[in-house]
């Protein structure tokens, strides 16, 4: 197989940008040198950048990623909280089939951690749609450093070896996955009719396939294939079968990418989907529970940068003068605020489209405008919340929670009317057992009819929220507030 890609596909570069990329390739190594691994960075991204396809400037930029971190095998101590808005942008560009931007985005992952498993196999996958199969290997191999065990990692390899006709590492490689998964059907076929010994003695390629010179997984091959299939395994053997037997079920998809999430294999469940894609026709069902997927990292990010936030709040409290500064990787508090800011963004962002798709899929669901008029809201993308919610509306199930989000959408745009309008329609609406919901409308009629010079209806109103609960936002302190503007009116 040609390692040239097609002519369409990457663009040959001009003379100009040859001696651009070739000058800052010099500069870049006098950098290395000297230890500034950052610029040369920077400058060996426009080398990959002008000339995509050459595989010494992305060598040299994966070397010096993985040396301004020490090679400690996990990039920046924060890369998780960083790198998630690249990966989605990378998966986003994968999906249009712009290979390029992929491969871009991927590098700014590995910028921040150059053992990502997840990026560099999107970017082989990229490489090999573009026709680059020395750079696919490169990539592939590379995240083999740190997860060398890893079935779906040598199975992409395997693959790619296959394509290539260099049978003796593929095999190899096959050997690695049935050795972690003894029941996986493609690999028992690749392996069946070779004996795996005389391969890895033959192919020259012990220390790759086994990740480091210091852990000879090779030697434990046939003496690991007998043992006893883990709890995952026994899973999720019975749906691979079924998935053989009847490929465009996409149920059948969904429960082993299931059976992958309850296991902490993100990865593979993602890779099942994404593979159900085809013969399924791109069934709804999977596309949804890929966008759920992708998703759910974001949250966790969330989660984790909430948690430091926090940490980082009760230990300045407690801190004394006498303590030590904080290391240069430590976020600060802004950042760390930042940061929790734009992850909630994105989430947010993901979660309209997400719930966008599924309202134009189910338009009779009118749950699911409730939920993107709440998000749209919360981006003060107003026009379009009000919208959905006046769909959601016509539910009268939904009608009390749709008037409550209205009421807060017209207040936005500074239309009292209308908001008190819908805030009124939700509090003659709510059930008894949305307690919450009703003081939470009481107190918008009341601070609205206050801030609109109705101090009497304010008064009346606030007095029954305080009735239901004293301290709800102050209340007790604005009606007393109210009643000393209302006396010297």
């Excluded at 000297?34 to 080398?47: E, K, R």
């Excluded at 942008?89 to 997840?118: H, M, S, T």
């Amino acid at each position: 197989m040609s390692d040239q890609p097609p002519a369409s596909a990457v663009p040959t570069p001009t003379a100009e940008q040859k001696r651009i990329a070739q000058q800052s390739f010099t500069k870049a190594k006098e950098l290395i040198a000297d230890g500034g691994f950052d610029y040369a960075i920077q400058l060996l991204l426009t080398c990959c950048r002008l000339d995509p396809g050459n595989f010494f400037y992305r060598k040299q930029l994966r070397d010096t990623q993985k040396s301004k971190y020490g090679n400690n095998l996990r990039g920046s101590r924060f890369a998780f909280l960083t790198t998630p808005r690249w990966k989605a942008k990378l998966r986003v560009a994968k999906r249009n089939r712009d290979y390029l931007k992929a491969i871009e985005f991927g590098e700014q992952v590995l910028c921040r951690n150059p053992w990502d498993q997840g990026a560099q196999m999107d970017m082989a996958e990229a490489f090999d749609a573009l026709g680059l199969s020395d750079l696919a290997v490169f990539t592939l191999d590379q995240a083999r450093q740190k997860y060398p065990k890893d079935a779906t990692l040598n199975r992409a390899l395997a693959r790619q070896f296959e394509k290539r006709g260099d049978f003796q590492k593929a095999m190899v490689l096959w050997q690695l996955v049935r050795d972690t998964n003894p029941t996986d059907v493609e690999a028992q076929h690749k392996a069946k009719d070779l004996a795996a010994s005389s391969v890895i003695q033959k192919g020259g390629y012990e220390e790759a396939a086994a990740g480091t010179k210091e852990s000879p997984i090779l030697g434990r091959i046939e003496a690991r294939a007998g043992e006893k299939q883990d709890k995952l395994t026994r899973e999720a053997e019975p749906l691979l079968k079924r998935i053989e037997a009847d490929p465009t079920e996409p149920s059948l998809y969904l429960q082993l990418a299931g059976v992958y999430r309850k296991n902490g294999q993100d990865d593979r469940a993602r890779d099942v989907l994404q593979r159900g894609l085809g013969p399924t026709g791109n069934a709804f069902q999977i596309r949804l529970e890929l966008m759920e997927l992708d998703l759910s990292p974001v949250r966790k990010n969330l989660e984790i940068a909430e948690t430091r936030l926090r940490k980082l709040k009760e230990k300045a409290r407690t801190a004394d003068d006498t303590d030590v500064p904080a290391s240069d990787e430590e976020m600060t508090e802004a950042e760390l605020a930042s940061l929790r800011s734009q992850l909630v963004k994105e989430i947010i962002s993901r979660e309209i489209e997400l719930f966008r798709v599924k309202a134009d899929r189910s338009p009779n669901e009118l749950n699911h405008r409730i939920e993107l008029g709440t998000r749209l809201l919360k981006v003060d993308r107003v026009d379009e919340a009000i919208a959905e919610l006046q769909l959601a509306r016509r539910d009268e199930r939904l009608k009390w929670r749709a008037a409550l989000l209205l009421g807060m959408c017209f207040k936005k745009r500074n239309n009292w009317r209308l908001a008190q309008r819908n805030f009124e329609e939700g509090l003659a609406g709510v059930p008894d057992t949305e307690e919450a919901v009703k003081k939470e409308l009481l107190f918008q009629l009341a601070s609205g009819a206050a801030e609109n010079g109705d101090l009497p209806r304010a008064i009346d109103l606030g007095h029954e929220l305080a009735n239901l609960d004293f301290s709800f936002k102050n209340i007790g302190k604005l009606l007393d507030e109210w009643h000393d503007r209302l006396q010297s009116a």
